[in-house]
Every structure is written in C-alpha cells, then in structure tokens.
C-alpha cells in the first residue's frame, strides 16, 4: 500500500497549526513538523558556523542563541536568510524522510512552511496550501509573534506569496472565517483528495 503523505504549507500565521493539530486530534494522524527538526538543527556544528558567520551579534549574556534576533538578521536580508536555508534544510529534509520511512504506511502529515521555497514537494504524496485574508495574516502575526507592522510584514515578504502558493497546492483551505468553517474544508479535503478528487476552495 503506498504511503499518503500529506503536505501542508501556506503564509506565516494562516493557520497551518490549527490545521495540524486538527488532523491529529481529531483522525490521529501523526504530524512532522519541520519547524521542530529546524530548531532542532541548530546545535553542534551548525551552531558553531552561526558563531563563525555571526559573532556575539545573536548570541545572549550566557552563550545561547537569540533566536529573535537571528529572525532579525535573516529577514533583514535574502542573502542571511538563504545561507540560514542552505545551513539547515538538509537536517530537515533527512528528519523528514528518517520519520515518514519509520511512520510507513500510515498517513503521515508534514507540516512543511517552505514546502515550495525549499523544493521540498517531492516528499509528500499531496499539498495543502493554508491560506488566509492577508489582513487577518497581519494581525495574527503581530499578535502572536509580539511584532510591530513593519516587523510583521517584513516577515511576510521574505515568504512566497499566498497567491504563489496556491497556484502551486493540489488542495487550498481558506482559513477566513469561523474553524467550523475551516475544518468542514479540513474534512472535505482529506476524504475527497484520498479519492483522487483534488479540491481548490479558494
């Protein structure tokens, strides 16, 4: 039997979570995260090169890494953040492929926010594109992160556009309204898309 994996990106704070931890709850589907494995990365000699390329500039009083203000440098910049890229994806991709090999051959999800950035979509079987007003992509930004306008949207453009990704999703859930809403599209596109029948809701 082959293994479904499913593929789920969109924007920055459109509701890839929710989404996630829906089908985990509520199907008991088992979720990769790659956000997980790319913390996760920065360790060992990973965190050494960050020293080398970086100084103390993103490194606390005690030696730890800033996470915040490494998100300041690479968003500030494509050619930090595509080094960053370089640095980490391929821990993420092998972590990625180790869990869905040991996983097989159940459904397995992917939580994946660079699915398409990262060239990534040859590990998932169907992609999901999550996708929201980008009024309501702002707000949840500023409001989750702690983010001023700037910060939020700089953020924002450092992504694919929402419209880039859902040309390129086999499946869009637009998540604009009530999560009722969200997850009858939710269900709809897990049952319809095992079918073979690929839903655009956009």
Known sequence: MKQRIIGITGGIATGKTTVSDYLHHTYG?????????????????????????????????????DRRKL???????????????QLIHPYVQECLISEANR???????????????????????E?????????QQLERLMKRNHLS????????????SQSEKIELADVVIVNSDNTEELFFQVDN???NSQS???LNMM
Not at 107 to 115: D, E, K
Not at 128 to 135: G, K, L, S, T, V
Not at 149 to 156: H, N, T, V, W
Request: hydrophobic letters at 45%; aromatic letters at 8%; one cysteine or more.
């Open 196 to 198: 073979g029948i690929f």
């Open 189 to 191: 596109a897990l049952l």
């Open 29 to 65: 589907l088992p979720i990769l995260d790659a956000d997980l494995y790319a913390r996760q990365a920065l360790t060992g000699d990973r965190i050494a090169k960050l020293r080398d390329r970086y100084g103390k500039l993103i490194f606390d009083d005690q030696g730890n890494l």
């Open 71 to 85: 998100g300041t440098i690479v968003f500030d910049s494509d050619i930090e953040r595509q080094w960053l890229e």
């Open 149 to 160: 306008e700037s910060e939020a949207l700089q953020r924002i453009a450092s992504q694919m």
């Open 103 to 125: 996983l097989s051959p159940s459904t397995v999800v992917m939580v994946i926010p660079l699915l398409f950035e990262a060239k990534m979509e040859g590990l998932v079987t």
């Open 127 to 135: 992609s999901w594109a999550i996708a929201c007003d980008p009024h």
